[in-house]
C-alpha cells in the first residue's frame, strides 16, 4: 500500500516558478515509477512527468520539456516537480501517482496504482 500526498501548489504569475512536492508512504514507495499529471477543467488527465524507481529514467510531454523537472529522493520518500516559465496554459489539479512497475515510466493513468489527491496550480496571465 502506497499514499501519497501532494504540496506546493498555489497561484503564481506567468513566468514564474513553483516546486511540487509529492510525499509518500509505504515501502514500496522507493521500487515504484512516479508520475506526475494535471486535469484542467473540462478536459482529459494527462501525463505531464515521470520517473522510474531509480530516478534513472525521466520523460515529459512535449509541452513542458525544458521547463518542468521531475527528481527523486527515495530516502525522503519524496518526488518533486520543479515548474519554471509557468504559462496560464499550465493551470490544473495536478495529481501524482506510483506505479509498482517501475523500471519504466507510463504515460497513461490506468498504467498507475495509487493516486494523491492532487494540488491546484493556477498561473495567472
Known amino acids: 500500500q502506497v499514499e501519497l500526498v501532494e504540496s506546493g501548489g498555489g497561484l503564481v504569475q506567468a513566468g514564474g516558478s513553483l516546486r511540487l512536492s509529492c510525499a509518500a508512504s509505504?515501502?514500496?514507495?522507493?521500487?515504484?515509477?512516479v508520475g506526475w499529471f494535471r486535469q484542467a477543467p473540462g478536459k482529459d488527465r494527462e501525463f505531464v512527468a515521470g520517473?522510474?524507481?531509480?530516478?534513472?529514467?525521466?520523460e515529459y510531454t512535449d509541452s513542458v520539456k525544458g521547463r518542468f523537472t521531475i527528481s527523486r529522493d527515495n530516502a525522503k520518500s519524496t518526488v518533486y516537480l520543479q515548474m519554471n516559465s509557468l504559462k496560464p496554459e499550465d493551470t490544473a489539479v495536478y495529481y501524482c501517482?506510483?506505479?509498482?512497475?517501475?523500471?519504466?515510466?507510463?504515460?497513461?493513468?490506468?498504467?498507475?496504482?495509487?493516486w494523491g489527491r492532487g494540488t491546484q496550480v493556477t498561473v495567472s496571465s
Open positions: 509505504g515501502r514500496m514507495f522507493s521500487r515504484c515509477a
Open positions: 501517482a506510483a506505479d509498482t512497475a517501475g523500471y519504466h515510466v507510463a504515460h497513461l493513468d490506468d498504467d498507475y496504482d495509487y
Open positions: 520517473i522510474s524507481w531509480s530516478g534513472g529514467t525521466t
